[in-house]
Every structure is written in C-alpha cells, then in structure tokens.
C-alpha cells in the first residue's frame, strides 16, 4: 500500500551543526508534502512544505528537498539549536481537489537530539 | 484565533463506556480530520470532513463515528471502547482549496483505557 517511510529513527547532533532528516516515499501520484515537528506532549507544527513541482524550497533556517526520481525527501536544519530537539515526521498528499482533499500519509518519524 | 482546540487533555475510561472526544477550529476552514497516533508511530487518518454534513473513512476508522453538523466543530465518539483504542487522539483543520492544504493539529485528547 501507500506509504511514506524514514530512513533513520534516531538522529544526534550538537548545537550549531546541520542537521539532515531523510523520507522516502512510495507513491509517485503525491503531489504535496509537509515536514512537521512535534514536540513531547503536543500537537504537530507545520515547518515547511512543497509541491512536487519544486525541488527545493527554504524558510527560516530549513531547507526541504524533493527529489522525484528515487522518491526521497530531506528536510535540512540549518545551525541547528537545542530548540529543535524533537520529532520530525514527514507527510504526503495525493489530491488536489476531491474527497481525497487534505488526507495525509505520515511517515514513522525520526527523533532528533541536539546537545549543547 | 485560537486555532483547533481539543477537549478533554486527558481521560480514562474502563472497557465498554462510550465518550465523545470535542474538537472545534475556528479558521473557518472547511476539511477537518481525526488521526491517532501510537508510541513510536506517526499519524493515522481515523475519519475525516470535507465540509458540513460531509464525512468519509480514513486508514483506521473501526470503533470510531463523527459527524460535522457546523464548519467548527467535528466531535469524534468511541460507541464502546476497547483497550486497543488506547492512544493519543489529534484533531487537524485546513482549507479545502487553492493553496491551503497545511492542516493545523490541535494539542492532542490522551486517551487510556483500562
């Protein structure tokens, strides 16, 4: 079936470093997928997201990187700070339009640790 | 805005009792949806709404009803609850068009039962 899947569960990192979290997925029809990140004991928050009509696209201090060919998306944490210590799950779309509208697939999750 | 809001934080409830887990946003925005998420796992889509009066199966929907009688609200009932429905319980919103297919998660419904 359908499935969107990470590579690494568990990802460390010390303060300042880059960060590089990795998803693949399954199915080629997704057209639109979201990074979230949530935190121990809340709900998740939207970081980023892109169509498949992009590669790339930046915000503050991430990066999400879509590559179609093989199916894999990263998400890249710039000068990574112990703030972002969390869960970070990605998300795919298939559906513009239609009751398939908004129904999203997550991925496991990889929980990411930053030392000071 | 407060955003989505969920009610209860927590319950406890004993095998066979039926409860009814409040969710409301209000962004106005027409798709609503109910996922649980288990230790170590993601998401997984329970039911969902495309607008009022409009409801559809997700991934898990067994053991679960909803029903969206307002664009606000979209409260999700356990008919008799079993210990598999153990879980952590988010509601999400987003618009149904355009380029709105963010959806906003609540603060989570932390549901144990015995």
């Known amino acids: 079936g359908e499935s969107v899947g990470l590579h690494l569960p568990t990802l460390s990192v010390q303060e300042g470093d880059n960060s590089i979290i990795n998803c693949a997925y399954s199915?080629?029809?997704?057209?639109?997928f979201i990074w979230y990140k949530q935190e121990s004991g809340k709900g998740p928050q939207f970081i980023i997201d892109?169509?498949?009509?992009?590669d790339k696209r930046q915000g503050q201090r991430v990066t999400v990187l879509l590559n179609k060919t093989v199916k894999h998306l990263s998400l890249q944490i710039a000068a990574t700070q112990p703030g972002d210590s969390a869960v970070y799950f990605c998300?795919?779309?298939?559906?513009?339009?239609?009751?398939?509208?908004?129904?999203?697939?997550f991925g496991q999750g990889t929980i990411l640790t930053v030392h000071p | 805005n407060a955003g989505v809001t969920q009610t209860p934080k927590f319950q406890v409830l004993k095998t066979g009792q039926s409860m009814t887990l409040q969710c409301a946003q209000d962004?106005?925005?027409?798709?609503m949806s109910w996922y649980r998420q288990d230790p170590g796992m993601g998401l997984r889509l329970i039911h969902y709404?495309?607008?009022?009066?409009?409801?559809d199966q997700g991934e898990v929907p067994n053991g679960y009803n909803v029903s969206r009688s307002t664009t606000e609200d979209f409260p999700l009932r356990l008919l008799s609850a079993a210990p598999s429905q153990t879980s952590v319980y988010f509601c999400?919103?987003?618009?149904?068009?355009?380029?709105?297919?963010?959806?906003?998660f609540g603060p989570g419904t932390r549901l144990t039962v015995l």
């Open positions: 999400a919103s987003s618009y149904s068009s355009g380029s709105g297919r963010t959806q906003y």
């Open positions: 998300a795919e779309n298939t559906g513009a339009g239609g009751t398939s509208y908004g129904k999203l697939t």
């Open positions: 892109i169509r498949s009509n992009m």
């Open positions: 709404s495309v607008g009022a009066g409009i409801t």
């Open positions: 962004m106005n925005h027409e798709y």
């Open positions: 199915n080629s029809a997704s057209d639109y």
